[in-house]
């Protein structure tokens, strides 16, 4: 199981940051974990470069770098104390205060402490936007080699977090072991219900097994003659056999939790098939595993978990591959 001791919580203050830090605090209690609440004073980066910045006036206004330093700190210190009192009732929290590029600085944070997990907002953006700027918590959901919890910020009408109804999406590869264990952590924690869910998008591939599909190919030939489309469904067929067998498999895992275990095998876009389901199910937190991938075929497609994140207005637990 993972040893969760301490969750950093990145704060931005000009969004609501309430739905992150009631999630923060609720995993907190379950886990026992303490919090640390992170805020990164971005405002004077554009300005950094230019010589003698700190004692000069900022430009269209009458305070020195150093002055609106101060009330910056002050500001984000009352914030914060704000959403202590607010949501962490019961949760041991400290609040640190850094300057710096967000994600860089976050990055560098987790680098040298003892982090286990991440619990981050994100209000999302347009799609143009996200491929040329990317947000803060993309950019540590791709780096950060920790599990990273999103909470997006206008979801605080949905009402408090609660962890009753949870969805697992498995793809069977070794590199999901992470997610499993995160899951059937957080499911032992009052789960009423736990939804395993996989699609099928490529019968032919070796996670399937399909060199053991029990076909008949004379049979199969005289129907590909007459209908072409159906030629493929003995793979479709024996695809959804293995999936169901999969995660019967790993259902197993989750007898323990007192959860009614739910097993969905869809066909279909991985992304598509997760975010119905998870509306269907009405689910409290989806969790994945996130594989990562570089360069320009992420920047333009960008992964299964990336699309559910900036899809879903649920909590995404992304947890990166072992």
Known sequence: ??????????????????????????????????????????????????????SKK?????????????????????????????????VTVETVLLEGRAHATILDYVEKTSCDLIVMGTQGKP???????GSTAEAIVRRSTLPVLIVHN???????????????ASDFSAGGLGSEKWALQLAAHEAEEVTLVHAVENPLLDVYEPDQADIDLRKLMEESRQHPPRSA????????????????????????????????????????????????????LIVMATHGRSGVRRLVLGSVTEKVIHATSRPVLAVRSE
């Open 233 to 284: 469904q003995p793979f479709w067929d024996h695809a959804h056999r293995v999936a169901h067998a999969k995660l019967s498999l790993l259902q197993q895992q989750f007898l323990g939790t007192q959860a009614r275990i739910e097993l969905i095998v869809r066909e279909g876009p991985a992304a598509e098939d997760i975010l119905h389901i998870a509306e269907e199910r009405n689910v409290d």
């Open 58 to 90: 900022i430009p269209g206004m009458q305070v020195t770098a150093d002055e609106w330093r101060s009330v910056y700190t002050q500001t984000a210190r009352s914030e914060l104390t704000r959403l202590i009192e607010q949501c962490c009732t019961g």
């Open 154 to 168: 206008t979801q605080g009408s949905q009402g408090a977090p609660r962890l009753k109804r949870l969805l697992l």
């Open 127 to 133: 799609w143009y936007e996200r491929i040329v700027l």
């Open 1 to 54: 199981m993972p040893q969760v001791n301490h969750i950093l919580v990145p704060i931005e203050l000009h969004e609501n940051a309430v739905p992150v830090v009631a999630w923060a605090a609720l995993l907190a209690r379950a886990l026992h974990s303490r919090l640390t609440l992170l805020h990164v004073d971005e405002s004077l980066e554009p300005l950094k470069h230019k010589p003698g910045f700190a």
